[in-house]
Nanobody, 115 residues
Framework: QVQLVESGGGLVQAGGSLRLSCAAS????????MAWYRQAPGKQRELVAA???????NYADSVKGRFTISRGNAKNTVYLQMASLKPEDTAVYYCKLSQYAYTYWGQGTQVTVSS
């Protein structure tokens, strides 16, 4: 069984920064991808950023140049450094791990950006 635990969310003023962390435990294969998604009230969950086990990244257009996804040395952790935050970044942020045919989600962490 794989478990994902996110941390680092909170309340921040517009223009501020936050760093989200996600730690995966259980059976983690060397080939996988990890990603951050977010879901704002009344909206669908959307991809924010993703990173492969090889280090390739992709970002939603809305966060390019402001957010950076990275992986820890142990490869079972993923981070999302968020800068220049905007009120429209307010959402619950979820971590996702994909390996082979399996997908796992964390419980989510709230990020609230005040104007």
């Amino acid at each position: 069984q794989v478990q994902l635990v996110e941390s680092g969310g909170g309340l921040v003023q517009a223009g501020g920064s936050l760093r989200l962390s996600c730690a995966a435990s259980g059976i983690i294969f060397s080939i996988n991808s990890m990603a951050w998604y977010r879901q704002a009230p009344g909206k669908q969950r959307e991809l924010v950023a993703a990173i492969s086990s090889g280090g390739s990244t992709n970002y939603a257009d809305s966060v390019k140049g402001r957010f950076t996804i990275s992986r820890g040395n142990a490869k079972n952790t993923v981070y999302l450094q968020m800068a220049s935050l905007k009120p429209e970044d307010t959402a619950v942020y979820y971590c996702k791990l994909s390996q082979y045919a399996y997908t796992y989600w964390g419980q989510g962490t709230q990020v609230t950006v005040s104007s």
